[in-house]
């Protein structure tokens, strides 16, 4: 059974930060591509972050300069550092996994973990 389990999410206040953890278990986790997306109440699931196989990176324009997406392949653990954080960052953050594609399109990703809320008061 593939698994990834988000932790570290919570509240803080705006220019605060968090570090969001995702532990993946059940494959070959160096293979593939990850990512962090981010779902508001009554919006889109969206893509904060992706991080493929090779260690390249992609940021949402939104975070760019505030977030950093990294992976531990020894230890089959990827992170969200997430630096000056605004109200608008308040959703629920999932991890997504891909053994294949690398993309910002929600629908590619095969496997998801359940979400940690993240929320950012004024």
């Known amino acids: 059974q593939l698994r990834v389990v988000e932790s570290g999410g919570g509240s803080v206040q705006a220019g605060g930060s968090l570090r969001l953890a995702c532990a993946a278990s059940?494959?070959?986790?160096?293979?593939?591509?990850m990512a962090w997306f981010r779902q508001a109440p009554g919006q889109e699931r969206e893509e904060v972050a992706r991080?493929?196989?090779?260690?390249?990176?992609r940021y949402a324009d939104s975070v760019k300069g505030r977030f950093t997406i990294s992976r531990d392949d020894a230890k089959n653990s990827l992170h969200l550092q997430m630096n000056d954080l605004k109200p608008e960052d308040t959703a629920m953050y999932y991890c997504?996994?891909?053994?294949?594609?690398?993309?910002?399109?929600?629908?590619?990703?095969?496997?998801w973990g359940q979400g940690t809320q993240i929320t950012v008061s004024s």
């Open positions: 997504a996994a891909d053994p294949v594609r690398c993309t910002a399109v929600r629908g590619v990703y095969k496997y």
């Open positions: 991080i493929d196989s090779d260690g390249s990176t």
């Open positions: 059940g494959y070959t986790f160096s293979t593939y591509c």
